[in-house]
């Protein structure tokens, strides 16, 4: 009974996240996440704390329950050790990736270790308050599948497409979806998830945190991850940490000009990147070709299609050897390389990843895209250099918006934890 | 005689940089550090080590003669608690600045208190033995002015006007100094300071964490440092630290291509902004102002000069009301501005500190590139941008040599320690 009654309690924990720690504590959960399982000894150890300290800040983690007994270690002449590991069963968390026409979703425990996964259509036109519902649902539907109880989220991460605020979690003038500007997403996920703690960030930033947790960026200190699609964004690690910048806009590579007798962007500027090589440019100008007769596939495709052509189209009409839709994608990487070369000047990183609706464009792109970097960077700069499309295709951005929620979990003085 | 004898043991030390030490030792200078002088119950407070731990710490690096106890402290109840301090007089640091033209610096203690300071005129041009000779005689005479020894320079901090391998403390395809390529610079002073830690980094680098630990970018996250000189050049901070990227050649802006169509770079590519917008550029479009008539005032200097123009001349004719001047220096901050535009919006600093030889040139060139910045980027990443002159002149770059000294004095598994 009162076992019963102690596993009830624990199952619907009054715990809120951040869980705010003091420096000892800290140091004790970086050194378990770090290591998985220990005994009190090897965290004496790593610590320089006396026993009775150790043993003290351990009781008590263990009493809040953040840390459970693992089983025994091996034995170094006394009895064996009582290893440690944090809880993972402490509570979950969410990653949520919104893209412009989609939601990817992932529950996992509280070592992010995916339990449950959501992808459904969506329309980010919509009112904030409509869309972000059906994400709640879709979210307490992972939460029923799983067994959990909401109240047990206790972190949500959350990537959009447009500039964050991220110390407030706002979006900031979103071009495509302005109807979010200042909308309060943590305040609304907390209506429905009240232990949660959410964090928001933008899509190409989750991106990137997610291709360096768990794909070939993990343990690069310098890349640029760039996301092809209707718009051009980068998210950057600098130093092993995500650079977000003064106000967190930092990688909207998307208006640095190219031309500047090109045609004007929608952000008001002449000869923008996005406006000249990203998706809608690409179809804009296959239009033009099936249009004046330089592509006849493209126009066939083009009849096809009701007057309309996707970027995938293009694709389709270059890798059936299409000429006009061969330089039109080869243009836009140039374009899109030309802008990385001078930011490999900048930034020297030692990859350039490439996500995003258009990765599927193969070689074209990608050797048009090294070519321009090569021919004007330093070489210096391209002697190390790899520029390869991301393997983690929408994987990234749901890894990284958990490992970000999995981050703001514990906090010290007013810091989150850290540990990839 | 035994304080003598203890006092003579001091002067001679047999110590060597970078100081290995401990993770438990490397958090009591840490501490120190930050705080100036502490007694042994904070430093136990701090690190949360029992009472006996900490004496013997604090014992250990008392003998070893990093730490000296200066004074009482108040007394909390009990008998007044000796402060530690760390000994300033542990030895010497140098910070030494090479521009193209000149040498700049500076003799402190270990805490990066300047004790002497020289500048001299020099030709990096030469060979860098001989250069780098001068320099020792340099530093030497500013040890013996100081009344210490050679053998207790602990580090130097160097700064070079080009590409740095900065783990190997070598330059890399330097383009003013090509005979400097793979010159061991550590090797070199070393013969003549054998006790010291040798660090080289680019000038422009060094420049940066000047302002970072002296100047207005100190408690700045995420600024850009610009020198505008015979070159353009750029240091990088990024969450508080220096950006290097992977092979240490981040920041290297004037190379990034402004126009296409423009006159080719000693590079070999066209239309670098170093080749249309630095000093050169500058007096070469003077002369062409001066021959074909468009100004009266340029040809009149050039006459005087023999023929030649200085940067300096077309700011001195600008300021005396000179079109064409004006016309000149208002070019080049605006393409100065349009690359500096796409790096705030990939970057999204909070500062950009512009100094170098040009920036004497005053609010012609600022009000410039300010223009082209506000034009380009987003209205996000320019709503707090601060764009100023830096006010440290040539003490940014002796500043951040002897903070990089500094830095790499103490070590720990082989990390320096970064303490603003």
Redesign the interface.
């Known amino acids: 009974m009162d076992v019963l009654e102690k596993t009830d309690a624990k199952q619907v924990l009054p715990l809120r996240a951040p869980i705010l720690m003091n420096?000892?504590e800290a140091?004790v959960i970086r050194a378990l996440r770090r290591q998985g399982k220990i005994s009190r000894t090897e965290i004496s150890n790593i610590?320089?704390?006396?026993k009775a300290?150790t043993s003290q800040e351990i009781r008590s983690l263990v009493e809040k329950n953040y840390l459970v007994e693992v089983g025994k270690g091996m034995s170094q002449g006394g009895r064996r050790p009582g290893l440690l590991r944090i809880n993972d069963r402490l509570g979950y968390l969410v990653g949520l990736d919104i893209g412009a026409t989609s939601i990817d979703m992932a529950l996992t425990d509280v070592a992010g270790k995916i339990l449950q996964r959501r992808s459904s259509p969506a329309d980010v036109r919509q009112p904030p308050d409509e869309f972000l519902s059906r994400c709640s649902e879709l979210i307490l539907e992972m939460v029923n599948a799983q067994g959990c109880h909401h109240n047990q989220i206790l972190g949500i991460g959350v990537g959009v497409p447009g500039?964050v605020d991220f110390t407030r979690s706002v979006l900031?003038?979103p071009p495509l979806m302005p109807g979010w500007e200042n909308f309060q997403i943590r305040d609304f996920f907390q209506h429905t998830f009240p232990a949660a703690y959410v964090v928001v960030d933008n899509d190409v930033n989750i991106m990137a945190i997610g291709e360096q947790r768990a794909g070939d960026g993990a343990g690069v200190?310098?890349f640029i991850f760039v996301k092809i699609g209707t718009g051009i964004g980068?998210g950057?690690i600098?130093?092993g940490?995500i650079?977000?910048?003064?106000?967190?806009?930092?990688?909207?590579?998307g208006?640095?000009?190219v031309d500047k007798q090109g045609p004007i962007c929608r952000?008001g500027?002449t000869g923008c990147l996005e406006a000249v090589a990203a998706g809608p440019a690409i179809t804009e100008k296959a239009l033009q070709a099936g249009r004046n007769g330089s592509s006849a596939l493209l126009r066939q495709m083009m009849e096809a299609n009701g007057g309309i052509l996707r970027p995938e189209d293009v694709n389709a009409a270059c890798r059936e050897g299409d000429q006009a839709a061969l330089e039109i994608i080869r243009a836009s990487g140039q374009m899109i390389g030309?802008?990385l070369?001078?930011?490999v000047?900048?930034?020297?990183?030692?990859h350039i990843f490439i996500g995003g609706g258009i990765t599927n464009f193969g070689n074209h792109l990608l050797v048009s895209i090294r070519r321009a970097v090569l021919?004007?960077s330093?070489?210096?700069?391209t002697?190390?250099?790899s520029i390869n499309f991301s393997q983690m295709g929408p994987e990234a951005g749901v890894t990284g918006a958990v490992a970000l929620a999995r981050e703001y979990l514990f906090v010290v003085e007013g810091q989150p934890f850290f540990t990839v």
């Open positions: 420096p000892a140091e610590t320089g704390w006396s300290k500039p900031i003038a200190d310098h980068s950057i600098s130093n940490k650079h977000r910048g003064s106000i967190g806009c930092a990688g909207d590579i208006h640095i000009c952000c500027n030309d802008i070369a001078g930011l000047n900048f930034f020297n990183p030692s021919q004007r330093l070489p210096l700069a002697r190390h250099l």
